[in-house]
Structure formats: structure tokens, C-alpha cells
């Protein structure tokens, strides 16, 4: 009978190791409700050690939202290739993963968490919007945008976490139509505020040049002509 010889970790494996660790855990219940004793159990170390590498559950919490932001950040990454609807859908997609995978992680960020109001979690949740705001941007092949457009975007991406936090409350309406109809809101955020600025009718005149009647710009419209009807 052989026995099992526990490796020893340098100090960033180990650190890294615990991050792991406590997203998987912050990924089923809300970081409030997961205790420095359970990642201790859950990495096989003693709690002593963990305050080893971490001076406490905050530190930890906020490692681990590090590199959840740069994770989520990461989803909102699409090839310029294709219809903007079709891509902007592949990101939705992308990002409705990371919110089934880190639910209650993710809630407790935006809803409140035992890092939220420090400058840390400000930084990085504000990090995560700039970035999805830059992709959007340059989707757009915009690198000054107008003040309305700025609007939209801020406005959308402000709107798909919200509806996220929502979704995830029961789940009562389908995943995969919340995800198309995010997509149909930054058309129509674009479209009203085009009809109050020339430089946004121009901006959503390039969406649409490339749209497919069966993308999802154009199934919006053809939704919005059968309501009228």
C-alpha cells in the first residue's frame, strides 16, 4: 500500500490556488455565507495558513473578484468580423455564461458583498464597464464618440447587468431570449437617440448597412412592424 505525499506549493500557486477555490465557492452561495474555514477545507489547508497568504476574507474576496472582473472583461472581447447584431449577440451569450457560472458571486457584487464600497471593488467593477464600453466602441469603429452615443452605450451596459441580476431571480423568462432582446435594446437605444442627432443617424446607418434581414437588428424590426400591424 503506497501513501499519498501532499505537494508543497510555492506561494503564488498556493495563492492562486485559493482564489480558485473561493470563486468556485462565491459561484454557489454569496461570499457573505462562505466562511475562511470552508476554503480552508475546500483548498485541504489549515485556516491558519490562509490567513497566511491572506490577511483575511476581504483580501481574498477581493483577489478573487481580480480575476473575476478580468474574466468577465474577457467575454465582451469579439473579432470585428460579421454583422454587428450577430456579434453583439455572441457577447451577450458570453456574458449570460459568466453569470449562470458566478450567480451568486455575481449578485452579491452588484447588489452588495463584503467588499463593495471599497476602493478595490470600485475600481474593478468600474475596470469591467470601461471595458465593455471600449469593445462596444470599437465595434463601432468610433474613437470619439458623440455625447449621445457615449449615452447609449453607458446606458446598455448598465441595462444588460441589471436585467442579468433580474434573470437571475427565478429565471422566469428564457435565457436565450433575454439575450437577444439585450441586443435588440442597444438597436433601439440607438435608433431613438439617432432621431435627436445627426451624428448618432450616421452611426446607426453603419450598423445597419451590413445587416442581414435575418440578424437580429432585422428580426427587431420585423417584430416591431407585426406589433404595429
Known amino acids: 500500500m503506497t501513501t499519498?505525499?501532499?505537494?508543497?506549493?510555492?506561494v503564488d500557486e498556493r495563492r492562486q490556488q485559493l482564489i480558485g477555490v473561493a470563486l468556485e465557492l462565491f459561484s454557489r452561495r454569496s461570499p457573505d455565507d462562505v466562511s475562511i474555514d470552508e476554503i480552508a477545507a475546500a483548498a485541504g489547508i489549515s485556516r491558519p495558513l490562509v490567513y497566511?497568504?491572506?490577511?483575511?476574507?476581504?483580501s481574498l474576496y477581493e483577489a478573487a473578484l481580480k480575476r473575476a472582473s478580468e474574466d468577465l472583461a474577457g467575454r465582451f472581447v469579439e473579432p470585428r468580423e460579421g454583422p454587428l447584431g450577430a456579434r453583439l449577440l455572441r457577447v451577450m451569450r458570453r456574458f449570460f455564461d459568466f453569470v449562470e457560472e458566478h450567480g451568486?458571486?455575481?449578485a452579491a457584487l452588484m447588489r452588495g458583498g463584503p467588499?463593495?464600497?471599497?476602493s478595490t471593488t470600485?475600481?474593478?467593477v468600474d475596470s469591467v464597464r470601461q471595458a465593455a464600453y471600449d469593445q462596444i466602441l470599437s465595434h463601432l469603429d468610433v474613437t470619439d464618440p458623440p455625447p449621445r452615443l457615449e449615452l447609449v452605450v453607458r446606458s446598455w451596459i448598465s441595462l444588460a447587468e441589471s436585467t442579468a441580476l433580474i434573470w437571475l431571480d427565478g429565471r422566469r423568462i428564457p435565457r436565450a431570449e433575454l439575450e437577444a432582446q439585450l441586443v435588440?435594446?442597444?438597436?433601439?437605444?440607438a435608433a431613438v437617440s439617432?432621431?435627436?442627432d445627426e451624428e448618432m443617424g450616421a452611426v446607426v446607418r453603419r450598423m445597419l448597412a451590413d445587416e442581414p434581414a435575418d440578424g437580429p437588428f432585422g428580426d427587431l424590426v420585423t417584430r416591431l412592424i407585426a406589433l404595429a400591424s
Open 115 to 118: 467588499a463593495v464600497g471599497s
Open 52 to 58: 497566511h497568504y491572506f490577511p483575511g476574507k476581504l
Open 4 to 10: 499519498g505525499v501532499r505537494r508543497r506549493m510555492g
Open 104 to 106: 451568486p458571486g455575481f
Open 122 to 124: 470600485n475600481a474593478l
Open 184 to 189: 435588440h435594446d442597444f438597436g433601439a437605444l
Open 194 to 196: 439617432a432621431a435627436y
